[in-house]
C-alpha cells in the first residue's frame, strides 16, 4: 500500500472519474444503479455541479448551480476535456430522498439531508434519533460504496478502454 | 453541524488496531483523561478535547454515556480564543501611555514594550471567553470504522493528530484510493497501481 499522502494525490483523478461516468450513467444507464446498489433508487443531479479541466498544465474550473441550473456548460466543459470533481445528487427510494455533494479527490460527504425523521421530545427520544440518523447515513454511504465497487471493476478492466470510453465520448459530442 | 443536523458533513476513517481489554473501561479512561479543558478563567488561547455527545460543555464519560447501539458516539470539541488586533492595539497603546505618565520617561524600551504587549494579551485572554466548537464522532468499533462530522481540513488533521495521541490507534482516511483497497483483489490492485487517469477527449 503506498503511502497515504502520496496515494491521496495519486489517485485524485479516480474519484473524478468516477463521478465523470456516474452522470453518464445516470443519464443513460439509470437501472444499472438499481443492480448494482440492490435497492430499487433512482439518482440524479441536484444543484451544483464542479468540473475542472487540469490539461496542459492550466487549470479550468467550472461551477454550475442553482436548483433549475441546465447542465450545457459541464458538456462544453467535457467537450474540452474536463471531469467533474464535485456533484449534488439526490438519491430516492420510494418516497424518501437523500441530497448531499459528494467531492471526487476525497469522497467526502458534504450537506448531507436525509429523509425526516422523528421529532425529538424528550431526552430518552435521542438515542432512538441516533439510530435513525446512522439507519439513514448508513444506506446512503452503502449505495455509493457500492457503486463505486461496480465503477472500479470497469474502470480496471479491459471494458473501460475498449466500450465505457467510446460510450462515454459518443455521449459527450452527441 | 453533527449527527442530529439537518444537514451532515461526514469525513470517514478505517481505524487501525484495537484498544486494550477491558475495552469499555479503557475508552473511558481515555476519554476522561483527553477530555476538554475549560480555559475561558486562564490564559491559554487554544483547548483541544473529548466532550460528551449529549452534553459538550459539560463532558461526563461515566456509565458508558458514550453508548449508542452498537457505535461509541462523542464528541471532539475545539475551543479557541480570538481577540481581535484592534483590540489589542487599542489597549497596548493606552497601557504604554499609562506607563509613560506614570514613569514620567520620554519613551519605553523595546524590552518595555515588548513586556507591555505580553501583558495586555495575557489579560485580554483572560477576560475574552473561548469560542467552542463542537464536531461529533461516530465510532463502529466492529467494524473499525469511524465517522468525523466535518470535512473542514484542519478540524479533521487536529481531529487525527489527537485520536492518535490519545487511544494509539492510527486513522486511514477514507478516499479513492484506500476505498478500492477495501474491496479489490490483489490482481486488481496490480493494476491499480499502474493505473493513470484517463484522458477521454483525446
Known sequence: MLDISVAYNRYKFLGNEFLSWLWYVMEHEPDRLNAVTDDNIQFTIGNRMVLENAAHNASETVTIKGDDAGLEEGMLALRKGAFVTELNLMIAEEEKQWQFTIKGESLNITGLKVPETGRIETREDIEGAVLEKIFLYEKIMGWIDAVYAFFLGVRLSSEWDDVVIPQIKKWILQ | MGILSSNASIARYQVLGQLSDPVMDTLTRLLSQHAIEEID??????????????????????????????????????????????????????????????????????????????????????RIPATPNVFDILWNYEKSTLWFFSTQKSANEEFESFFTKTFKLNLIRHFPYTAAMDFLTDVQKDILEKLAPSHIME
Open chain 2, 41 to 126: 478563567a486562564e490564559s491559554i488561547d487554544k483547548s483541544i478535547g473529548w466532550t460528551s455527545f449529549e452534553n459538550p460543555f459539560k463532558p461526563d464519560f461515566s456509565q458508558s454515556s458514550f453508548v449508542v447501539g452498537i457505535y461509541f458516539l462523542f464528541a471532539f470539541r475545539i475551543d479557541k480564543k480570538a481577540i481581535p488586533a484592534k483590540v489589542v492595539t487599542k489597549q497596548y497603546l493606552l497601557e504604554m501611555e499609562r506607563r509613560l505618565k506614570d514613569s514620567g520617561k520620554e519613551s519605553l524600551s523595546r524590552n518595555e514594550k515588548k513586556q507591555i504587549k505580553e501583558d495586555v494579551l495575557h489579560q485580554l485572554s483572560l
